[in-house]
Each structure stands twice: as structure tokens, then as C-alpha cells.
């Protein structure tokens, strides 16, 4: 009893908003709808490995070529050959190929779970190859899957999107579900810009015009991408040392400006940066782009500092939130994309409340038709189950959605099923002339063996669904797993107390089943 008033104490929380004057401390919890009761986007995004083996053989050669320096040995050529996931070095001398293949192996590393090289280093001739293994590769792109939803439960937490959605599909792709979301470009936009900030010095003594200096990348302007600028490939400070940044007005200008700070590794290299390069220009880039290119005035040592670029309120906002949770790893693709209205959310959950009450009032009128008294006590017991399936799932944040209301639906129908299994018995052994008392014990006791085992076989197979299945029929599997488990508990305990009451409280000479 004491479990049935918990139930419904935890169920209330559903039928209304919270009280102003219930204190902070006491727990209100709520299923939340899904995005096809409520309405929201459904988006399915892509990860782009191609730039992340691009990335990973950029920073490689870059690696070569520092190694290749500080052991003295001269080269003709070094560049990336990403259709065999390899950088190639022409050595000058042949002679230097045993010494270039122990200097390049110090890049070697190992993977700290496997064990396995994440570099192979050979040479052939004049040639050294620096060789990324398919093994390496494949984890990699695990590791960018998992990163991405990291960074995408970051952003998204961030703008105020409650209850989303965000799973794995595949290898290379990801399933987002917004529901209830009023700006869908605003979010689209937030999980599509991969964010990547980097600082980069412009190079002085690069002439205008197409052609690019050796060393040298050419960014558009984001302000213009008409315009381009000549920045040193070679990153003075990475993105990756941003420690917070917060969207702000400038105080001379009133502009709006995004106030960024460093962590001890970024402030100590923006410090040496702006201190050798005083009067030059230093390039804020976003993505490929750039944002601005000030003059270094002075030395900047603080670890802070302030990007101004014609923001508005709401870009300033979105900047600071995506430089906040961090870059991804490579770029995100929207492979596909859908919007459920709030019309069509209010029409599923009608058709679904719809049924769902349909098939309650139908499993009720047939138990007590078909059984009685004993009947009812099942529908006592079942209506009771519905009520301690709702509580559980509002403590759990459940969120439901229309796969989940076909699981309640369903146990409905394995709910009264044990009672049907328990009342057959108690009538057979009525028929067998046994007395109420004996043969509702010996009903019970012997329908017992049968229900455990059909409700622990489909309990096991739900839970195989709650693992391997995409996220509606992880819904569908979840209900019917707590409906498992609260049928188990009304339909034996609670009915066979309920029974034992009214025998108590009757002591009947005939049984009404």
C-alpha cells in the first residue's frame, strides 16, 4: 500500500504545473514529450573523416618537418598523400635514410589501450614514409563520433534546449532530436559550426594577388569573403587553450565583442607571440575565416582578451557559446533533416490518448465480464499499474514518445494477462472441488511459475532492444520493461491482497470467478 501511494504521489507532478510555494528541496519530475508528440526538429548529421585524416596528416607534416630539422637532415620535398593516409619526405641524400627513419620514429606513439603503433615510419630509397594504420584510423574516427556528441550535448544544454535527443548511428553519423525547439536555424546553426578558433600572424611580405607565398594560406575575410588575407599557415596559438569566453559590450564603443581568456599553456604562448611580433597584424580566424586582423599594440600577458567583430547580440551570444563547448573535431554534414509541428504533435498525442484509453476501457470491461469480481480486482490492480508505470518514469526524466505509448498500450494487455493465468487456475481448481481457500492458494502458487517465467523471457528481450535499437524502439523498450516489472508487482502482490482481504473480511463459501 505503502508502494501504491508513493506511486501516486510521484504521478501528480503530470497533471499540473509546480507549485510557487513548494519548497526547492522536494522533487517534481515529469515525462517529458518526445519530438512527435510535441513537435521539434529531427536532424541526422554526418561527420566529415576526411577532414579529420586531413587535419591529423597536416599536424604530421608540420611534426616531420620540425623532426627532420632538429636532427640536421636535408629534404627536397615533404608533403601529405592522404589517398594512401601517409606523408612522404624526399630525403636530399641517400645516405640519410637510416638516420631520417630513427628521427622521424621518435613521432611514434601507442595507443594506451591496444597497445598497437598509431605510426608507421619506413623508407624506400631517397624517400621516407610516415604511414597512418587502417587500425588508428578507425579509432580516430571512433574517438571524433564520441568527441562530436560530447561537444553537441555541450552546445545544445547551453542554448536552453531541454530533454534532447543525441545518439550514435552507424559509423559516421549522428541522430539528434530537438523537441519543442522555437528557432531550429539558431540550433542548426550552433551544431553545424564546427567552432575551430585559431590565431595566426599575418605575413607582412605577401603581395596582393592570387599567388600564395611558400608557408603561406590565403583566408577570406568573414566581414567580406571578397577579401582575402595572407596569414602564415603555422598556428601561433590553437583554439584548443581557450578556457572560457563570454559574449559583452565594449565599454567605448558599445559594440557587442566576445571577452575570451586562456588557460597557463595559451597565455604563456600568446604572450610570447605578442611580445615578438609588436606592431604587426595577428589574425583571429573562425573556421577558415577571419574574423579580424588587429595591430599588437603591446604585449599581451594577461591570457585575455577581447574579439571584436561588427558582432550582434545574439552572434556575440552564439560565438562565446560555441568557442565555450569547444571545437569539433571535423566538420558535421546535415544529412537529413525534419520538422514536426506543434499541430501534428497535438494530433498524435490525441489519436494517442485516444487509443490508449480505447484499449484500457476494452481490457477492463472484458476482465470483469469474463471473471467477476475477482475481475475488478484485477482492474483495481491494473489501473494501479498505470499509475505506478507513470512515477517511475517521471523519476526516471522519461521522455515519451509514440513508440513509448504503444509499449503502455501493450502492457495493458500483459498486465491482465497474469491475472487471466491466475483466475483459469482458481477456477480449475474450483471445478476440482477444492474449497476457496485451497484453491485460491493453490491458483496463485501454481500460476506463479508461468508468469515469472514468460515476464523475465520478455524482460530479457526488451532489454536486448534498449541496447541495440536506435532510439524509438529504445522508447518502445523502456516502457515495456517498467511495465514488466510494475506488472509483476500489481498483478501478484497486489491482487492476491486485495483477494486476501475480501476472503478475510467475507469469508465467501463459493468463489465469484
Known sequence: MLLCALGILLSLPNLATRPGGLPSFLPWTQVHLGL?????????LQIDFASVEKQELNSLVDQARQSMRGAGLGYTELHADPANHRVEVSLLNAGDASAAQAAL??????????????????????TAYLTIPQTALIARESQAVQQSITIIQRRIDASGVLNPTIARQGTDEIVV????????????????????????MVDPNAAPGPNVPLGDEQLPMASDPTQTMDVFSNVAVDGASLEDAQASTDPQTGQWVVNFTLNSVGAREFADVTTANVGKLFAIVLDGKIIEAPVIQEPITGGSGMINGNFTAQSATNLALLLRAGALPAPLNIVEEQSVGPELGADAIRDGALSLGAGFILVLCFMGLFYGLFGWFANVALVMNLVIMLAILSAMGATLTLPGMAGILL??????????????????EVKAGRKPLAALEAGYKRAYGTIIDSNVTTLLAHITLFIFGSPPVR???VTICVGIVTTMFTATVLVRLITSRWYTARRPSSLPV
Do not use: C, W
Not at 115 to 123: F, I, K, Q, R, S
Not at 186 to 195: D, E, F, M, S
Open 105 to 126: 620514429g621518435k613521432l611514434v606513439t601507442y595507443n594506451p589501450n591496444s597497445g598497437l603503433a598509431e605510426l608507421d615510419v619506413t623508407t624506400a630509397g631517397t
Open 411 to 428: 502492457t495493458l494487455g500483459m498486465a491482465v494477462d497474469a491475472n487471466v493465468l491466475i483466475n483459469e487456475r482458481v477456477r480449475e
Open 36 to 44: 512527435d508528440l510535441r513537435g521539434g526538429s529531427y536532424l541526422l
Open 177 to 200: 532530436q530537438l523537441p519543442g525547439i522555437s528557432d531550429p536555424e539558431r540550433i542548426r546553426t550552433l551544431i553545424g559550426t564546427t567552432a575551430h578558433m585559431t590565431f595566426q
Open 475 to 477: 522508447g518502445f523498450a
